[in-house]
Nanobody
């Protein structure tokens, strides 16, 4: 059984930083896949925040470019999201995702990030 366990969410003041982690356990082929972070605020659709391939190619939503950094440790099947210069509009539940198109698509349970003074 595949599980994605997220950690690192919490409450932070505007301008602060948080680092999210997501560890993938279980039998899963970690090659040729995408690992990423999505977020969903109340009343809004889930949106892609950042994604990284096995080879390290990255994608960022325009709203987080220059502030967030995604990375992964393939040996540990773990993906990270370093979030700097946080804004109140970054407040959301953040979800970890790992997908190998046509093969599997798994999600974490979500972790709350709240940016408020």
């Amino acid at each position: 059984q595949v599980q994605l366990v997220e950690s690192g969410g919490g409450l932070v003041q505007p301008g602060g930083s948080l680092r999210l982690s997501c560890a993938v356990s279980g039998s899963i082929f970690s090659i040729n896949n995408f690992m990423g972070w999505y977020r969903q605020a109340p009343g809004k659709e889930r949106e892609l925040v950042a994604r990284i391939t096995t080879g390290g190619n990255t994608y960022y939503a325009d709203s987080v470019k220059g502030r967030f950094t995604i990375s992964r440790d393939n040996a540990k099947n773990t993906v990270y999201l370093q979030m700097d210069s946080l804004k109140p509009e970054d407040t959301s539940v953040y979800y970890c995702n790992t997908v190998r198109p046509g093969i599997y698509d798994y999600w974490g349970q979500g972790t709350q990030v709240t940016v408020s003074s």
